[in-house]
């Protein structure tokens, strides 16, 4: 295939956001898309729950009988021990869309990829941008490097910016992150015994020092996680995998399910299980959203325009709402109308004072611990969160 150098839509990030982007974008008539992305899609990845209502975006994609057949772990609801010792129910029974799944993430990123280049998207993997630039105030010019080093230069009439948490595009054209929480997550895989039955429930479980996550995951394995803030994390040393199985045994419902497993090393994850010491997948789970997540031809998508607290499972699901509006919005700019950027603006600044307040109320809810400097942290961010989160310093 002869590679263009000229594109309608530059997307910078090929993972749920900008792939589902460039499928929205194709729905709108947009022809000519390029999405860039530095990996192979072979890097292990969390596995996340998505909500039964996902099959909506999913279908609005036009790709949700392909994704049912990817066989992805069903899950009927949760189960926490939240604001007390016993264990709390949310299943989705009476949900009218039905279950839920754990993704295979690294799969499920890997999927999206290919219906978007299946409906024409160009792909570039094992690619960088090295430099980005407006040549006029109708364009931006990317200067892409490959893994054989050669570099090469394309122009776009929109560009977008799906790189995850690091926002790095938006923020090189002024945008800034506007910090609520900066969360660390320490996370452990399991492989379950041959005749398990784990269940397919979420399971939550806070602790003094912050919560634990645990979901099955395809291929009979279990992801499970701690998250805390980095200086408890550090402290504790829950970054280390023997202090991580130490605190395990202390929860009182996760270790019981876990009890039979036995922890793998994450690099093996996404293929057969080898004989290695297993080890912690440490990441950054920031909260905020940027001051601007749209500019005179550029949008941010995704985590890249606003994250999430990972207790709540949006991260995939925001992803594909986000690539939907954004498909309209670009659409509606390349035809010479730039309301749809403010409209999308509007969209997500107010998704993000919606999730504000729901996770106020659910960090509320706990209140066992009044002493400890997560909980306390995170409730005293009540009526004035917003102003707040305005004050928080931007990197």
Known sequence: MKLSSEYDVAIIGGGPAGCATALALKQQGISKILVVESGRYETVRIGESI???????????????????ENHETCFGSCSSWGSDTLGYNDFL???YGNGWHLDRRRFNAFLAQKAMERGVELLCGTKVRNCDRTHPESFQLQL??????TRAVTASFLVDATGTRGSFARSLGARKLFLD??????AFFDLPPDSHFSKLTLLEAVEY????VAKLPNNRLATVVASEPSIIKDTGLHRMENWLAYLKETKHISKELADCSAIDSLSVSSTPQAKVPKIMVCTAPSFRLDQSTGNGWLAVGDAASAFDPIS???????LWDSLKAGKAIASYLHGDSGGLEEYESLIASRFDNYLTQRNYFYQMEQRWPASPFWQRRQERTGLEKANLLAYASI
């Open 51 to 69: 909500p039964p209502d996902t099959r909506l975006l999913l279908d609005e994609l036009g790709i949700l009988e392909d994704f049912l057949q």
């Open 94 to 96: 009476c949900n009218p």
């Open 145 to 150: 490097m490959g893994e054989d080093k050669q």
């Open 182 to 187: 900066r969360l660390i997550c320490a996370i």
């Open 210 to 213: 912050g919560w634990w996550y």
């Open 313 to 319: 499972s949006q991260g995939i699901y925001k992803a």
